[in-house]
């Protein structure tokens, strides 16, 4: 049980490892410098790392197309440093540009972990979700290790993007993601070591190396982490430098050139060349000119070039391949890339890229030679398409259509194509300083426009001021001008307000006086009013008490009246009341002489019904006597005549 309970803990751990890539650390994150140019200078890169051991930058480069951007960074340790273990996300193409050292790798693919030696040339790949680890030589001539690397996501196919989580994280940030007693169950380690582990001070991402007698005390713990992660049984990635076995670089200085003459050398790295570039899309190049010559105009076909300077310094002439202008916006920095023809001064560190299609030349100066490596965006070999030289892809063409194409004679064009027999790297002197002397002018000439369009903004600008100042003074005149006929505007509405306010006082005055003599007038009048009305009250009473008067005489008269009345009413009450109870009486007996005559009436008819049913009753009684006789004659029994006089016995009972 207990065996079981630890493989589960170990697979659960090996299933979220994946999902901890981004916990709080150093990793393979920085963003670098973002140039949508070709040109992308060494002062420029950002800065990830820095320790008093080593330091990497890294830097964002645009061929200015559709896909986005391409990540480099640069790695640089002192002798005797370590670039501590790190998981990779992406594919990882590497250049040793100068110094020793070893790369310590492992992956799902190898059963064992892989040493292998770094010198100066030397170019490899690490494939996506390998664990791995830089350890710097400590040489005589204490030079250090300086990598020029790429990152890309060759499974997606999409070279120039990243993963979304950056190019590496630290193994040490992976472990310390997951809780105590995850770590206890995978690492079946003791509880006071994964505390000692997870409580432990974080190290910074490049640390002096180990000496080989503590290296594996100190270390341990990762190498027992890689091992249960990459199902590796037996081996340490620490064990590999007592075990001396060592995997294969390709030296790109070793190499044989594909091109070599006087003026120089130029190499190319496949997956023909390196079996283990198979699978990334990557390539790489090195060009050494010599002095005063040039990598001939040429374009690219199936590949985009990103390359550094490791020596020297030189020109480079892109020419672009259309007139159009879009907006790179496959990732957040989305910026407006100009496809226009550019020349430009490069030297030790610089970065230049130079897209497919677009025609190209590198020229060293008379002084010096110019020496460049770089990647390229297919792993299979690119056949650059020459324009000029033994090798110029014009040679191919029809000369009548390419005399018609330049709209020039074929002597002119055979002229043209003929003198140049050397090819790829040519002879160019002066190119360089006569290119670098047009780029002065084209800086001088845009200085000069650009001081041309200050001095235009300027004088706009000063102009604009004169016309605000004129349109101020002109605002402040009129508001002076306002202001004057405003003030004149108050004295006059003052002036007749001051005539009114008399006017309405004269007024007033005239309407008090006429209003004191209406008083007296209404006073006077009042009075007599009142006296009138005295006179009027007097009178008023005198009559009311006339009518009071009358009014009392014509109640009693009334009384008496209705007094007569009812007395009369009373009578003729009694008097109906005597009528009308001899009618009731009359009545009373007319009735009751009804009801005799209806009794009689009655009597009558039951008489005569007695009569009419015994009459009845002798008709049927005669009647049976009859049959009774004729059944007797015809000899009929005495049960009929016993049934018959029942049967009359019954109609008389009723």
């Keep these: 049980m207990f065996k079981k309970a630890c493989v589960s803990a170990l697979s659960l751990f090996l299933f979220l490892l994946y999902f901890c890539l981004r916990v709080n650390g150093w990793s393979g994150n920085g963003n670098g410098v973002w140039s949508s140019g070709p040109l992308l200078p060494k002062d420029k890169r950002e800065t990830i790392v820095s320790t008093e051991y080593g330091e990497i930058s890294a830097a964002r480069v645009s061929d200015g197309g559709r896909r986005g951007w391409y990540h480099l960074q640069f790695f640089t340790l002192e002798p005797n440093s370590l670039f501590l273990p790190v998981l990779l996300h992406t594919d990882m193409v590497f250049y040793v540009h100068t110094g020793s050292g070893k790369l310590n790798w492992v992956n799902e693919d190898e059963e064992k972990p892989r040493l292998t030696p770094l010198r100066r040339g030397d170019v490899y790949r690490l494939k996506p979700g390998s664990v791995f680890y830089l350890r710097s030589n400590l040489e005589a001539e204490r030079e250090k290790l300086r990598i020029y690397a790429i990152f890309v996501n060759s499974e997606d196919g999409d070279l120039n993007e990243e993963s979304w989580n950056g190019a590496y994280s630290s193994i040490s940030d992976l472990v310390r993601g997951f809780d105590k007693k995850v770590l206890q169950a995978a690492f079946q380690a003791p509880e006071e070591l994964i505390e000692a582990i997870t409580n432990a001070t974080k190290p910074p991402a490049i640390v002096h190396d180990v000496p080989a007698r503590t290296k594996k005390n100190l270390w341990g713990w990762e190498a027992r982490f890689l091992k249960a992660f990459m199902r590796s049984q037996d081996h340490s990635m620490y064990d590999l430098d007592n075990k001396k076995k060592a995997d294969k670089t390709f030296n790109i200085r070793d190499a044989d050139p594909d091109v070599m003459n006087c003026n120089g050398r130029a190499l190319t790295v496949t997956n023909k060349d390196m079996k283990v570039l198979k699978g990334s899309k990557i390539g790489i190049f090195m060009v050494n000119l010599t002095k005063g010559s040039m990598m001939g105009p040429h374009w690219n076909p199936m590949a985009t070039e990103i390359a550094v300077v490791i020596e020297g310094e030189g020109m480079v002439r892109v020419v672009c391949s259309s007139n159009s202008t879009h907006t790179n916006s496959s990732s957040s920095n989305s910026s407006k890339f100009e496809c226009k023809n550019r020349r430009f001064r490069v030297e030790e560190g610089d970065i230049f890229v ?8 590198q020229m060293s100066f008379n002084n010096g030679s110019l020496v460049f490596m770089g990647f390229s965006t297919a792993s299979k070999l690119n056949h650059p398409q020459f324009l000029a030289g033994g090798s110029s892809v014009l040679r191919t063409l029809d000369k009548n259509v390419l005399a018609a194409a330049f709209n020039v004679s074929n002597t002119t064009m055979d002229q043209f194509l003929t003198p140049q027999r050397e090819s790829i790297i040519l002879d160019c002197t002066s190119c360089a300083e006569e290119e670098a002397r047009m780029m002065e002018e084209e800086i001088e000439k845009q200085r000069q426009e650009e001081e041309e369009c200050r001095k235009r903004k300027e004088e706009e600008e000063a102009a604009r001021k004169r016309e605000e100042e004129e349109e101020e003074e002109e605002a402040a005149r009129k508001k002076e001008e306002e202001e004057e006929a405003a003030r004149k505007r108050e004295e006059e509405e003052e002036a007749a307000r001051k005539k009114e306010e008399e006017e309405e006082a004269a007024r007033k005055k005239e309407e008090e006086e006429e209003a004191a003599r209406k008083r007296e007038e209404e006073a006077a009048e009042a009075k007599k009013r009142e006296e009138e009305k005295a006179e009027e009250e007097e009178d008023r009473r005198r009559r009311e008490a006339a009518a009071e008067r009358e009014q009392e005489e014509a109640a009693r008269e009334e009384e008496e009246r209705q007094k007569r009345e009812r007395e009369e ?5 009694e008097k109906r009341r005597e009528e009308e109870d001899e009618a009731r009486a009359r009545k009373r007996e007319e009735e009751e002489e009804e009801e005799t005559k209806e009794e009689d009436r009655r009597r009558e008819e039951a008489a005569e019904r007695e009569q009419e049913e015994a009459m009845r009753g002798e008709e ?19 049960g009929r005549r016993a049934e018959y006089r029942t049967s009359w016995d019954i109609l008389n009972l009723k």
């Design 354 to 361: 130079v897209p497919r299609f677009h025609p190209m030349a």
């Design 569 to 573: 009413e009373q009578y003729e009450k």
């Design 620 to 638: 049927e009684r005669q009647e049976r006597e009859k049959e009774e006789v004729k059944y007797e004659i015809g000899g009929g029994g005495e």
